[in-house]
């Protein structure tokens, strides 16, 4: 059984500083793996799909990366700004287990001011 | 182009009532996915329907039940509420298999 953890729960950092989400899944025979916003209250943002195949994304100043031999994932964030705070969540889909995604618990990110 | 759209947005409801939650996918998309996020916890799936077909499901009981229909819409239906069904439920949906998975707003169910 897929088991997806995040670490850490919750994180805090200044304005303007680089930083790194960690995601880890315990069965390397991932599909994919996708990484998600959530603002408070609201549904869930897709922010980069890493295909099994794939060694890392890149949008704007989002860089997902996925070793599946270790069974990580990272999300880098460069310059994070106040409107990075949020919930990120990331999640993967097994081989042979169609769409369906084992989500982590998510980090919960403040980003200060 | 909408996205996937989640109706109601908020309902609250009594202990053993039964409740219908609505789900339009986002254009072009065939596959819907139900998943039920409790407060400060990752979702957890529900239930998939493909080609009007439930074809995966979670660790849910029977109370939880679903449909798609022809235009790829889907319904989920809770049977014999529980305090414990209390929730954000959100629809999720992707072409086939395999291609970015897009979520709605959810809808959010206070049982009481």
């Given at each position: 059984?897929?088991?997806?953890?995040?670490?850490?729960?919750?994180?805090?950092?200044p304005e303007?500083e680089?930083?790194v989400?960690?995601?880890?899944?315990t069965?390397?025979?991932?599909?994919n793996?996708q990484?998600?916003?959530q603002d408070?209250?609201?549904?869930l943002?897709?922010?980069?799909?890493?295909q099994s195949s794939?060694?890392e994304?890149?949008?704007?100043?989002l860089n997902?990366s996925l070793?599946k031999s270790?069974?990580?994932?990272?999300l880098?964030?460069?310059?994070s700004q106040p409107g990075?705070?949020?919930?990120?969540l990331?999640?993967?889909?097994?081989?042979?287990?169609?769409?369906?995604?084992?989500f982590?618990?998510?980090?919960r990110?403040m980003?200060?001011? | 182009?909408?996205?996937?759209?989640?109706?109601?947005?908020?309902?609250?409801?009594?202990?053993g009532?039964?409740?219908t939650?609505?789900?339009s996918?986002?254009?072009g998309?065939?596959?819907?996915s139900?998943?039920q996020?409790a407060?400060?916890?990752?979702?957890?799936?529900?239930f998939?329907?493909?080609?009007?077909?439930?074809r995966q499901r979670?660790?849910?009981p029977?109370?939880?039940?679903?449909?798609?229909f022809?235009?790829?819409?889907?319904?989920?239906?809770?049977n014999?509420?529980?305090?414990?069904?209390s929730a954000l439920?959100?629809?999720a949906?992707?072409f086939?298999e395999?291609?970015?998975?897009?979520?709605?707003?959810g809808s959010w169910?206070?049982?009481?």
């Amino acid at each position: 059984k897929q088991e997806v953890t995040q670490i850490p729960a919750a994180l805090s950092v200044p304005e303007g500083e680089n930083l790194v989400l960690n995601c880890s899944f315990t069965d390397s025979a991932i599909y994919n793996l996708q990484w998600f916003r959530q603002d408070p209250g609201k549904g869930l943002t897709s922010l980069l799909l890493i295909q099994s195949s794939q060694r890392e994304q890149t949008s704007g100043r989002l860089n997902a990366s996925l070793d599946k031999s270790s069974g990580r994932s990272t999300l880098y964030i460069a310059a994070s700004q106040p409107g990075d705070s949020a919930t990120y969540l990331c999640a993967a889909t097994h081989n042979n287990a169609g769409n369906m995604l084992t989500f982590g618990g998510g980090t919960r990110l403040m980003v200060k001011p | 182009d909408a996205g996937v759209t989640q109706s109601p947005t908020h309902l609250i409801k009594t202990r053993g009532q039964q409740v219908t939650l609505r789900c339009s996918p986002k254009s072009g998309h065939d596959t819907v996915s139900w998943y039920q996020q409790a407060l400060g916890q990752g979702p957890q799936f529900i239930f998939q329907y493909y080609e009007e077909e439930e074809r995966q499901r979670g660790n849910f009981p029977d109370r939880f039940s679903g449909h798609q229909f022809p235009n790829y819409s889907s319904e989920l239906n809770v049977n014999a509420l529980l305090l414990g069904d209390s929730a954000l439920y959100l629809c999720a949906s992707s072409f086939r298999e395999g291609n970015t998975i897009y979520f709605g707003e959810g809808s959010w169910l206070t049982v009481v």
